[in-house]
Nanobody, 117 residues
Framework: QVQLVESGGGLVQAGGSLRLACVAS????????MAWHRQAPGKQRELVAT?????RITYGDSVEGRFTISRNNANVYLQMNGLKPEDTAVYYC?????????????WGQGTQVTVSS
């Protein structure tokens, strides 16, 4: 099974930048795609960005042009520029794990990002 550990969250002023990192371990050969999601207080978890093994990238509408997802083997990163207070959330790393028994979603424990105005 794949395990995910995020790092890089913190407190930043509006307009600032942060870089999140997610390190995968375990059955990393079974990962087909990785992503970042976020969840703000009182809101549903939303997709921020995804990147497949083939390098196909998609972004959520609210972060397109400001955030950049990248990947190095089983590690995935999120460069966040031009941060806004509405970007405040817990950011979760996600991996799609493909096994003979099916496809499973794996989540990290999350890292807090707080943007002050």
């Amino acid at each position: 099974q794949v395990q995910l550990v995020e790092s890089g969250g913190g407190l930043v002023q509006a307009g600032g930048s942060l870089r999140l990192a997610c390190v995968a371990s375990g059955s990393i050969a079974s990962i087909s795609a990785m992503a970042w999601h976020r969840q703000a207080p009182g809101k549903q978890r939303e997709l921020v960005a995804t990147i497949t093994n083939g390098g196909r990238i998609t972004y959520g509408d609210s972060v397109e042009g400001r955030f950049t997802i990248s990947r190095n083997n089983a590690n995935v990163y999120l460069q966040m520029n031009g941060l806004k207070p509405e970007d405040t959330a817990v950011y979760y790393c996600y991996a799609n794990e493909v096994l003979s028994t099916g496809v499973y979603g794996r989540w990290g424990q999350g890292t807090q990002v707080t943007v002050s105005s």
